[in-house]
């Protein structure tokens, strides 16, 4: 069976790939927490008798990655599909947070992402076959989340999935990259962070978007966006200038402006 690789497994969208590919994959399932892994890929065996592989990783350092690297590298067990999904955010603002912890989001959500994504993508070009799903999100569209380093480091996956995606190498290859670019997700992300979702009309299931994102890659999209209301707004996001973002943008700095700088909650699949 063809393999297919899925960082942040553990939980969230990375766990609904799982389900989702066990049928037809076998997984290489990476996240730090190994004994949540552990029990993802008993369930899954015992329900489909994929073949399982787990990979304790924390993708923020060079030196933690490098289990991926080498996975996504060797050509006697190739990846054929890279599920980049490892991700993370804060429910406070980039100008209330420790410095360090922005650095550290941003090594998650777009330095981890990008380095995974050129790895793969240099194994799958030399055999002229393989797809990658970089999981962004519609605040790298335009700015949906001001004052955060989130919607920076989605912005650069999204930026960097394109670039390749039309770039000559791939697209005289069988070789497909997408970015899936999710609104708000019914997943435990939101509420790890302390991130109020006040638009209910806007949740989109985990199933249907890991389906929709699935089916998308398979017609060879560049960007998927799931549903129609966000497919509308991310194309109202896109012809608006970005300094209107400060009229509909979610402000993570203005949540809790007084809060201590050790207060903050995160969310993370890493």
Known sequence: MPVALITGASAGIGLEFARQLAPTHDLVLVARNVEK??????ELFSAHATRIEVLGADVATRTGREPVLARLSDPERPIDLLINNAGMGYSTGASQNPVDDEMYMLEVNAVAKVHFSLTALRAMLARNNGGIINVSSVCGIAPAWTDSLYG???ATVL???EEMAYSKALRASDVKIMALCPGDVKTEFNDRAGIPNKTDWGWVDVS???RVALA??????VVSVPTAR?????????LAPNNWSKMYAFDLGQQNPDRPDTAHASASTA
């Open 37 to 42: 892994l552990d029990q993802i890929g008993a």
């Open 152 to 154: 920076t480091s989605t």
């Open 159 to 161: 930026r960097h999935t």
């Open 208 to 210: 249907l978007l890991v």
């Open 216 to 221: 998308d890659l398979r017609k060879g999209k």
């Open 230 to 238: 966000y497919k509308f707004l991310s194309s109202l996001m896109k």
